[in-house]
């Protein structure tokens, strides 16, 4: 949904560094957009061709890289490091962190999103016999490629195995019915105020952010 991918960037610049950004797999660059208004040097790396092709002409100051994230070897590090529901979809989440890892610059952060096993609408969903568990794969999830589905604990976790440090946990987009429910009923100062009320409720938000850092030596 545009409206979660436009208030996820209104999170990350809350807590966006220096001026450089690794952006790993923007696939349309939807977020894209929104980063390029940042004014700081992007990188970014996707590993499919046709969406580099794409990437390279609608945003030709930045550095597009075609490569998957495990042969992803960049000759720079990087302030910021965004994976914005990235996690999910990847063979081996703790991995793919560990390397984001060497890529960050000391005080750097990685961002990244993913979406929330525990929101609201997957405990209506489990109830209602429709899931068998919360964080069992729906029919949505395998449309979108997803492997898995964290719940708070779970993505905390990803990041500490992968040697992190969580500076920030936080969630956005209170989600209590179906997108197609909401995108039929709902209007625009309803669907905001919602994603405002993830952020007061992180456990049962729809979505769920760490900010993670390299820890101290």
Same mark, same amino acid.
Request: proline share 6%.
């Given at each position: 949904?545009?409206?979660?991918?436009?208030?996820?960037?209104?999170?990350?610049?809350? @807590?966006?560094?220096?001026?450089?950004?690794?952006?790993?797999?923007?696939?349309?660059?939807?977020?894209?957009?929104?980063?390029?208004?940042?004014?700081?040097?992007?990188?970014?790396?996707?590993?499919?061709?046709?969406?580099?092709?794409?990437?390279?002409?609608?945003?030709?100051?930045?550095?597009?890289?075609?490569?998957?994230?495990?042969?992803?070897?960049?000759?720079?590090?990087?302030?910021?490091?965004?994976?914005?529901?990235?996690?999910?979809?990847?063979?081996?989440?703790?991995?793919?962190?560990?390397?984001?890892?060497?890529?960050?610059?000391?005080?750097?952060?990685?961002?990244?999103?993913?979406?929330?096993?525990?929101?609201?609408?997957?405990?209506?969903?489990?109830?209602?016999?429709?899931?068998?568990?919360?964080?069992?794969?729906?029919?949505?999830? $395998? @449309?979108?490629?997803?492997?898995?589905?964290?719940?708070?604990?779970?993505?905390?976790?990803?990041?500490?195995?992968?040697?992190?440090?969580?500076?920030?946990?936080?969630?956005?987009?209170?989600?209590?019915?179906?997108?197609?429910?909401?995108?039929? @009923?709902?209007?625009?100062?309803?669907?905001?105020?919602?994603?405002?009320?993830?952020? $007061?409720?992180?456990?049962?938000?729809?979505?769920?952010?760490?900010?993670?850092?390299?820890?101290?030596?």
């Amino acid at each position: 949904m545009p409206a979660a991918i436009s208030y996820c960037f209104r999170i990350l610049q809350r @807590h966006l560094q220096g001026d450089s950004l690794l952006e790993m797999g923007p696939a349309e660059g939807v977020m894209t957009e929104l980063l390029a208004t940042t004014g700081k040097a992007m990188t970014i790396v996707e590993g499919s061709a046709l969406f580099c092709d794409s990437l390279r002409q609608r945003f030709p100051a930045a550095t597009v890289v075609h490569a998957l994230f495990e042969e992803f070897q960049p000759t720079q590090r990087f302030d910021t490091i965004i994976l914005g529901h990235v996690l999910e979809h990847v063979q081996d989440p703790v991995d793919i962190l560990a390397r984001t890892r060497q890529w960050l610059k000391p005080g750097g952060r990685i961002f990244a999103a993913v979406p929330n096993a525990r929101s609201v609408h997957r405990q209506a969903a489990t109830i209602m016999g429709l899931l068998p568990q919360e964080d069992a794969l729906n029919e949505m999830d $395998r @449309h979108h490629g997803h492997r898995r589905v964290f719940n708070p604990e779970s993505f905390r976790a990803a990041f500490s195995q992968a040697g992190l440090r969580v500076d920030v946990f936080g969630g956005y987009w209170l989600k209590p019915v179906s997108n197609g429910q909401i995108e039929s @009923h709902w209007t625009p100062a309803m669907i905001e105020a919602f994603m405002q009320m993830g952020e $007061r409720y992180p456990d049962i938000a729809g979505e769920i952010y760490v900010v993670a850092s390299l820890p101290p030596v």
